[in-house]
């Protein structure tokens, strides 16, 4: 989910955590639950400051160590911790568990995303991506929204959230189930179908859908329940040659490839380069295929320039390379 999701999470788990006797009991540990459980349901996410160094890091390592198993145990560890250091009136076990809580809340609502998590590492490395909540559910932050305000005219805030997460257990399951329908629907219009990626959007009865079959890359769009082809693309293995060789050593093709289970690839042949383009066919937006890896090559195939991530026009793309001024 969002960093704004992840916030009202961890504050909605803070009022949940009131229903607890110790810590309704017991200020410090209330003040300390409160700071564990919204600490707890971001941590997992630092690794967003590997933007900081480059894309190729963050696409290959976002939502993976520290979405482990080993991680769900050591950052409550480490956070409760740090709190219990500068409040050290409370209770230690208390503000563990939820703490704990918060962590695996965090990771477990990850999962439901198209992006998902690694959480299965280290026993595996598979993307675990259920695809059925956006990244950003307007429903779901909005129930946070009504609970916290609830909270602040003086209602309970455990029952209170409490009551809100039976509902979101009711729009997930809703969810599911209209996830089921468009993959139905899809299976009655496309044949020979090996594999479907549905991903959700900002809006409640529409889907993006990647098909692969054993001919053709599908990309289509369901919108309530019917399903839309945008584009039909002819399925090309990667061929085995020096120059596609040479392109997969970049660190910047090599994370793509790591994360995209759907794309398709194109090469361009210049006077004195080649440029190889990766296009992963799971976010087309208006007409245009925004999540991209390109390497430029020289003509003794050496690596002159590269770029992975998301880019909204061409322009800003060859900025990226390099091949204008900025």
């Known amino acids: 989910m969002d960093t704004g999701t992840h916030v009202v999470m961890g504050l909605a788990l803070g009022g949940i955590a009131t229903i607890d006797p110790t810590v309704s009991a017991h200020p410090a540990t209330a003040q300390a639950v409160m700071l564990g459980a919204i600490i707890g349901s971001q941590a997992p996410d630092l690794d967003t400051i590997l933007k900081l160094r480059n894309n190729a890091q963050y696409i290959r390592n976002h939502r993976g160590i520290t979405h482990s198993i080993p991680a769900i145990i050591l950052w409550p560890l480490l956070i409760s911790g740090i709190i219990h250091y500068f409040l050290p009136n409370a209770n230690f076990f208390h503000l563990w568990i939820w703490t ?52 602040g005219y003086g209602a309970h805030p ?3 959230f409490l009551t809100i997460y039976l509902i979101l257990i009711g729009y997930y399951i809703l969810r599911f189930s209209q ?66 060789n040479a392109a997969k050593k970049d660190k910047n093709v090599s994370a793509f ?33 925004p999540f991209v890896a390109v390497v430029q090559l020289d003509a003794q195939l050496e690596i002159v320039s590269s770029y992975t991530g998301w880019i909204f026009s061409e322009e800003k793309l060859r900025k990226k390379l390099e091949l204008i001024p900025n």
């Open 158 to 160: 455990g029952y209170t």
């Open 100 to 151: 704990f809580i918060g962590v695996i809340l965090h990771v477990f609502v990850d999962i439901f995303n198209a992006y998902g998590t690694q959480a299965l590492r280290p026993f595996s490395k598979k993307w675990v991506a259920l695809g059925v909540i956006n990244t950003f559910d307007p429903f779901i932050f909005f129930m946070h929204i009504v609970g916290i305000l609830l909270w």
């Open 179 to 244: 996830r089921r329908k468009v993959a139905n629907a899809v299976n009655e219009k496309i044949e020979n179908i090996e594999e479907i990626i549905i991903s959700p959007t900002l809006r409640f009865n529409q889907w993006h859908i990647a098909v692969t079959t054993d001919r053709y890359f599908y990309v289509a769009r369901s919108v309530n329940n019917e399903i839309v082809i945008h584009d039909t693309f002819e399925k090309c293995p990667l061929p085995e040659s020096p120059l596609f």
């Open 257 to 289: 490839l790591s994360f995209s289970p759907v794309y398709r690839w194109e090469v361009d042949d210049y006077d004195d380069h080649y440029e190889v383009r990766f296009i992963d066919l799971r976010y087309r937006s208006k007409g245009y295929y």
